[in-house]
């Protein structure tokens, strides 16, 4: 088991860690769709099933076949519309999810315990470079480095996108500490880079494929200051 004041560094997941999730944004949408559409599907069916459907598109749109995450919303929306109404354009629809990627709401404690904490910080997202840079900029947070899976060209679990992080912040994978709310993405990607995770465990989470078990588990932010002092 990792020790207290082991690492040099933190790298930290965005949206769900630091911002409020997307299941607010996320629902309101499926339940547009299921009443324009009529779908066969109540809403938190839809949310579930896009969800599962959107795992499926970033594992296969990495490096070479690379998507921006709008796209890949898009894509995994319309290839779960399809056979159920027929083509469908995704856009106007997921253009509401980027309103969320731009201006989400920030967890009450985040600011104070990632200003508390005393050593280089590397923020590690799934995301868009525009929408999460902005979304930063107006909540005026500060990290010394911000990786987005448009920089790396892949996507969180993939192990590059932790390793464009491990280069930035100048350090070994046993050195850092990656923070995130995605039993997936975040502690299943840390695990398959070499590295220590904290798994940020909060409510309404639509839903989870991840199974990876974390080196630590907290219940907001604050709960770093125990692992990490």
Known sequence: MAGRRKYKAVLVDFY???????AFAVESVCRQLVGELSLPLSPAELAVAWGERFFE?????????FRTLL???????????????????????VERLKDYWT?????????????AIQM????VSNADNTPLRRAIETNRLRFDHVITSEDARCYKPEPHIFM??????????????????????????????????????????IHDIGQDRAT??????????????
């Open 16 to 22: 769900g860690t630091i911002a409020d999730g997307d």
């Open 120 to 123: 280089p910080i590397c923020c």
């Open 57 to 65: 598109t970033i594992e296969r749109r990495n490096h070479h076949d």
């Open 103 to 115: 201006a989400p709401p920030i967890h009450a404690e985040a600011v104070g315990a990632l200003t």
């Open 164 to 205: 464009r992080a491990l280069n930035a912040v100048g350090l070994g994978p046993d050195e850092v500490l990656h923070v995130g709310d995605s039993l997936h993405s975040d502690i299943g990607g840390a695990k398959r880079a070499g590295i220590d995770s904290a798994w940020v465990c909060r409510n309404g989470r």
């Open 216 to 229: 630590f588990k907290i219940n907001d932010l604050n709960g770093l200051h125990s692992i990490i002092g």
């Open 71 to 93: 796209e890949c919303e898009c894509e995994s929306l319309m290839d779960l519309l399809s056979p159920l109404v027929g083509w469908v354009d995704p856009a106007p629809y």
